[in-house]
């Protein structure tokens, strides 16, 4: 079974310090966790909600009143940032499953590439494990019992074939560099040529190497700007290969949508800004 990156690297929202997110998680057991982010679902909201990239991917369940069902999605990897309206302008989600980049081929045996950015067919991908979380939800009312029972499907999923060995040890390369290693360092420690190593990266994550490198790139420096005490833009722009501070903080706004001063106003409670930057993303 894959290796158990999730005490490696454990990416974050545009938010994580709310006390009251519109997004209820549960993290899944011990044994879960090398494959599975969390398990979560929209609580109450009054304000657009900023999505930033997280590296995962997402099977979405949504309840809809009107047909009387419940209708499924995978979001798949995606690169940049949107905003979510409130609950009057759209279906919630009423449960979902929150996979890393690189573990959701563990549950398909369709090939991921082409799939970055795109919001699909979930049965394309998952029909067996779709068909019968959509039995489970509709016997399941509470949220709690949702997650245990959605483990034990997940678990009798396992079974699609493991991804190569070099792609494992790519992604693990990745994050223990924080992002910073390059598509042709990569390719050379996995004595693969880029154009093999792109092939792996697309099957099993839809995304190039170089796609994904930077993602996790940035996903480090938001936390280190958000979480060290002692964060300085200099010493980021070393830490993590920028050229200069004006090319990390393009970077930053052009994943995070908003520059990093608003960013952490943000993600400290103050939101008086986002109304009108929702209204012109």
């Given amino acids: ?68 069902g419940y209708s499924c999605c995978f979001s798949a990897l995606y690169d940049k940032p949107f905003f979510l309206p409130v609950h009057a302008q759209r279906v919630p989600v009423s449960f979902a499953v929150r996979f890393y980049a690189w573990s959701a081929a563990l549950f398909t045996r369709a090939s991921l590439a082409g799939s970055r950015g795109l919001t699909l067919d979930a049965e394309a991908y998952f029909a067996p494990l779709v068909r019968e979380m959509l039995y489970m939800l509709r016997q399941t009312p509470d949220f709690a019992s949702r997650c245990a029972k959605a483990e034990s499907l997940l678990y009798a999923h396992l079974a699609a074939p493991q991804p190569e060995a070099a792609f494992g040890n790519a992604v693990y390369a990745i994050l223990q560099s924080r992002g910073r290693l390059r598509a042709h360092e ?40 958000l979480f060290s005490p002692t964060f300085c833009i200099q010493d980021a722009v070393y830490r ?41 993303a």
């Fill in 1 to 68: 079974m894959m290796t158990d990156l999730s005490a490696l690297y454990h990416p974050i929202t545009a938010t994580p310090l709310s006390p009251a997110q519109r997004i209820v998680e549960a993290a899944p057991s011990q044994a879960l966790r090398p494959y599975v982010r969390c398990f979560w679902q929209e609580g109450e909201a009054c304000a657009p909600t900023l999505v930033v990239p997280d590296t995962c991917m997402d099977l979405l369940f949504r309840w809809d009143a009107a047909s009387g």
């Fill in 186 to 225: 990569l390719a050379r420690d996995a004595h693969l040529s880029l154009r093999q190593l792109e092939r792996l990266f697309q099957r099993y994550s839809g995304a190039s190497p170089k796609a994904l490198s930077a993602m996790v790139r940035y996903q480090c420096l938001w936390q280190d700007a």
């Fill in 240 to 280: 993590y290969g920028y050229t200069d501070q004006s090319h990390l903080l393009r970077q930053f706004r052009a994943y995070h949508g908003l520059s990093l001063r608003q960013a952490l106003a943000l993600a400290h409670g103050n939101v008086a800004f986002l109304q009108d930057a929702s209204s012109h």
